[in-house]
């Protein structure tokens, strides 16, 4: 019997997919079954002997290619690709995907890290890998789940606001109870359908650390002297800043923190290419044995944001998305040929590319009444030419409409996409007279209450080039029925500082980020439960700081969509969180409290010919696919060794 390079037999027989990665079908998101039913494998099996040279657990979790449609890879070779900033190699870690649940390609909720996750109301127990071990070989233990409760998030010096959010249920943290080296359970007195979704999230919330390496950098440990002494030497002001620096599995700049990702760090910070390398304690297989990753390395290169694009069309990247546009893909498509790569056309899935936030909450009394009166809302929806701009953005393959959930989410309702989101000019203008606006100055705008101009700023951030050029043909079609719309570009910050003071009338950004949701997923972006939204921000900051700044809602529609974010918090029934969702939607289609326009811009994905496993097509997003990571990077490889790219030194 063979054996490969992980030493495990060739011919080992593999699980089926359902025992392997756990879960059921996606139409159980939305039938009632809980994430406890999701997450429990249908049978424990025996794993393939490990070989006494490997890293492996003695469960890994083992991967049914074929179920997917596909390859079972080989081994070996580096990838190539580009990023604009040193700080971008944090992104790895988001596409890299490694989660202790994670969602897969059908976003369904799996163990991943975990070998087992059971939920009973507010009672979650995790079961890890027996023998799975950090990238340095030292075990992973529910050792490292105390070290981050007790010593990071409940340590006012390293968490100074406690523990994330997604920990509390009314206001109460869970009690914590480790049963033994691979098992620990987590208890509130009401369920907390978050915690899962939080933990399988684009950013891993890495609620476990590596104890046994920064335990010798924290006073409750190695004693505050030797802790302050360490951080002195590395000229930091205190411990914990020493503390923070050396934790760090999502930065990715400290090769010498051990890390339970596909790949680890060895280039340390500041640097022009970063070299990552397979971590040999991975937890993941094939069902014919091999380890994964099958990439042996991974190469990222900083180079300057504006030549992401020349440098891809020149074939200096073997796989490239990020940094790279729509607008981008006539360009990609020149150099196929001559450099030997593919542009594939992943289909985004957010609610609208571009997305108009009347800020309920400004400062400004005129605005203010205006901004709430829904039917120059609706007017403004209906003034804009939604095919006008498809044609002229998304070359015509767009879907036109309101800001909400795309058709591959199993929450759509295609009514709600185009209610009151046509282009109607006649009905605008009847609106926009009922409202009160049916004077106008000598130019033909309209005049406000106060007799002020119906001149509206429109603020962005100015990083999206298609939001500005939208924005110009949405000035257009206002004018036509007498607004006048002034753009603003701001830098984020200022943006985001001007929203929460109140300053802003309306905002231009992208719309509902999460827009390919399932039940089980938190109705983020829907209610003021949400930081920073640009359509109500002091509603916002006054249920994040539970009523302490900002203001309280005053508008019933709106205190709606709090009160069913809440009934969400408060269950853990599928059934009845589809039901709150669909709610909240129809709630924005009826409202217009987010302007939506056009969706369906396409992400280009250049890939290498020969590297495979990587679909042609696929949905791209923040959330909840870590952009590709739910596409497993760890089981792409080079499809015949004369493609493999030697590792540089």
Not at 154 to 161: D, F, I, Q, R
Not at 371 to 399: K, V, W
Request: charged letters at 25%.
């Amino acid at each position: 019997m063979s054996v490969d390079r992980t030493g495990l037999p060739q011919e080992a027989p593999g699980r089926e997919r359902a025992a392997a990665e756990g879960g059921l079908s996606r139409r159980s998101l939305v039938t009632g079954l809980t994430a406890a039913a999701l997450l429990r494998p249908a049978a424990p099996q025996a794993a393939p002997e490990a070989g006494a040279a490997t890293r492996l657990p003695e469960t890994p979790l083992v991967v049914d290619l074929a179920a997917r449609g596909r390859r079972r890879g080989t081994a070996g070779g580096s990838i190539r690709t580009l990023i604009a900033r040193a700080r971008d190699v944090r992104y790895l870690s988001v596409y890299g995907y490694t989660r202790l649940v994670g969602y897969d390609a059908d976003l369904v909720l799996r163990p991943d890290v975990l070998e087992r996750c059971d939920e009973e109301g507010g009672r979650f127990t995790f079961r890890l890998r027996k023998g799975h071990c950090w990238s340095d070989g030292h075990p992973f233990t529910t050792e490292d789940f105390r070290y981050y409760w007790e010593d990071v998030a409940n340590e006012p010096e390293l968490s100074p606001g406690g523990p994330p959010d997604f920990f509390l249920v009314d206001a109460k943290p869970p009690r914590v109870e480790i049963l033994d080296d691979i098992t620990i359970r987590y208890l509130w007195e009401r369920p907390n359908p978050r915690f899962l979704p939080a933990l399988a999230a684009p950013r891993d919330p890495l609620i476990y650390r590596p104890a046994h390496y920064l335990r010798p950098y924290h006073p409750r440990h190695a004693g505050r002297e030797a802790a302050e002494a360490a951080a002195k030497a590395q000229k930091l002001r205190g411990w914990a800043a020493l503390h923070n620096r050396l934790d760090d599995n999502y930065e990715l700049t400290n090769p010498d923190c051990p890390t339970l990702q596909a790949w680890r760090p060895r280039t340390p910070s500041p640097a022009t290419r970063f070299v990552f390398e397979r971590n040999p304690s991975y937890h993941r297989v094939d069902r014919d044995g091999t380890q994964l990753p099958y990439l042996d390395g991974i190469l990222m290169d900083v180079t300057a944001s504006g030549l992401l694009t020349p440098k891809t069309n020149a074939g200096e990247a073997d796989l490239m998305f990020r940094g790279l546009s729509m607008s981008d893909i006539p360009s990609l498509k020149e150099g196929e040929r001559a450099h030997g790569y593919r542009t594939l056309l992943w289909p985004i899935a957010r609610g609208s590319e571009i997305a108009l936030y009347p800020n309920l909450t400004t400062l400004d009394a005129g605005w203010r009444a205006l901004n709430r009166d829904l039917r120059y809302r609706r007017a403004l929806s209906l003034a804009i030419d939604r095919r006008t701009l498809n044609n002229t953005l998304l070359f015509g393959l767009g879907t036109e409409g309101n800001d909400t959930v795309v058709a591959e989410s199993p929450l759509f309702a295609p009514e709600l996409r185009t209610l009151h989101a046509v282009y109607d000019p006649e009905e605008a203008v009847r609106l926009l007279d009922a409202a009160g606006l049916d004077r106008r100055d000598a130019a033909g705008i309209r005049l406000m209450a106060d007799g002020r101009p119906v001149e509206v700023v429109v603020e962005s951030d100015g990083e999206a080039a298609m939001i500005l050029d939208g924005l110009l043909l949405i000035t257009e079609f206002w004018r036509e029925v007498g607004i006048r719309l002034v753009v603003k570009p701001q830098e984020r910050t200022n943006l985001r500082r001007r929203s929460l003071a109140g300053m802003t009338v309306m905002v231009a950004a992208q719309g509902l980020d999460l827009a390919v949701a399932t039940a089980i997923m938190p109705p983020t972006g829907l209610s003021p439960a949400q930081p920073d939204h640009y359509a109500w921000p002091r509603w916002s900051l006054n249920v994040e700081s539970r009523g302490r700044s900002g203001e309280p809602c005053d508008v019933a529609a709106v205190q709606r969509l709090i009160a069913l974010n809440e009934e969400w918090n408060g269950t853990d029934d599928a059934g009845r969180q589809g039901e709150i969702w669909r709610e909240m939607l129809r709630n924005h289609a009826e409202n217009q409290w987010v302007i939506g326009t056009v969706a369906g811009a396409l992400q280009p994905v250049v890939a290498a010919d020969r590297l495979a496993n990587l679909p042609e097509r696929a949905l791209f997003s923040w959330e909840p696919t870590a952009m590709i990571g739910v596409q497993r990077l760890d089981e792409v490889f080079w499809d015949r060794p004369a493609d493999r790219r030697a590792e540089a030194k």
